[in-house]
């Protein structure tokens, strides 16, 4: 219906780390009502399978190789997307990697390799589309964020870092381009099911335990668990909304981790 006020039909998303997992999941989500995606990923074989596959019928998937450390690779794909399609509505800046490990194990080239990714290279991608986004006068940014920002969990030191890096710079982003039409909000996903995280999860029965107390709706996150939040706030549904870190978390935010043997590696 073109009076609904959560409708993304016909915008331009651009969904940088939409290869697998929770990038996958919302940029599909986009594709399937009606917006015209460009997803980002490192490799360009599993990218272009990805369009391949969330592809509907009729839609407009289209897939770029991208490595978001690297600032050329950034305003590259950028001015291929503003060159075929004249505007990006809408980002999700959802490119991310993470090595676990103890504070005093982390050498430098694993420092520079998460930061680069999680945090230089998602604020070069949100200042390249926010050029055209304030020429344009009007348009929506979305970093995925981390339940890391709210509690840093054990041996991710240094992607939680990054990630309440991300926190702070959408509120930066929403402060200074809100008077230029532009609102930036965050989602920050809880204990989600992506590829990545299965290791982690599967028969581990010390983790699920320790999982399951402490997210109040008692049950997993899921990549579409997502979905529903960045449409929101992509549309004019959350047009009075910026600056905002949206949790969907299934709760877990709203209270204390219960502890955890020190030993168990999270």
Request: proline fraction near 4%; charge should be negative; aromatic fraction near 6%.
């Amino acid at each position: 219906m073109a009076d609904d006020i959560f409708s993304v039909q016909d915008q331009v998303v651009l969904v940088s780390g939409a290869s697998r997992g929770i990038g996958r999941a919302i940029a599909e989500g986009f594709a399937t009502r009606g917006a015209t995606v460009v997803i980002t990923g490192r490799e360009v074989a599993t990218v272009e399978q990805t369009a391949r596959e969330i592809c509907p019928p009729g839609g407009t998937v289209k897939a770029k190789a991208c490595d978001v450390s690297d600032t050329q690779a950034i305003h590259r794909i950028v001015d291929e997307v503003i060159a075929e399609f004249g505007r990006i509505d809408t980002l999700v800046n959802c490119a991310g990697v993470n090595k676990r490990m103890k504070v005093e194990d982390y050498p430098e080239e694993t420092y520079d390799f998460i930061t680069n990714i999680n945090i230089k290279g998602a604020f070069f991608m949100a200042q390249a589309v926010g050029r055209h986004q304030i020429e344009a006068g009007r348009g929506t940014q979305i970093n995925i964020d981390s339940l890391n920002t709210h509690r840093p969990l054990n041996r991710v030191a240094v992607y939680a870092m990054a990630k309440a890096a991300m926190s702070h710079m959408t509120r930066c982003l929403a402060m200074e381009w809100g008077p230029l039409g532009i609102r930036v909000n965050a989602v920050a996903p809880g204990f989600t099911m992506t590829e990545l995280a299965r290791p982690l999860w599967e028969n581990n029965d010390v983790m699920n335990q320790w999982r399951m107390e402490n997210t109040p709706v008692r049950r997993m996150g899921q990549p579409e668990d997502m979905v529903g939040a960045c449409i929101f706030l992509a549309s004019e549904a959350s047009s009075f909304v910026t600056g905002q870190i949206l949790y969907v978390d299934g709760g877990t935010s709203c209270g204390l981790f219960w502890p955890i043997d020190a030993t168990t590696k999270l």
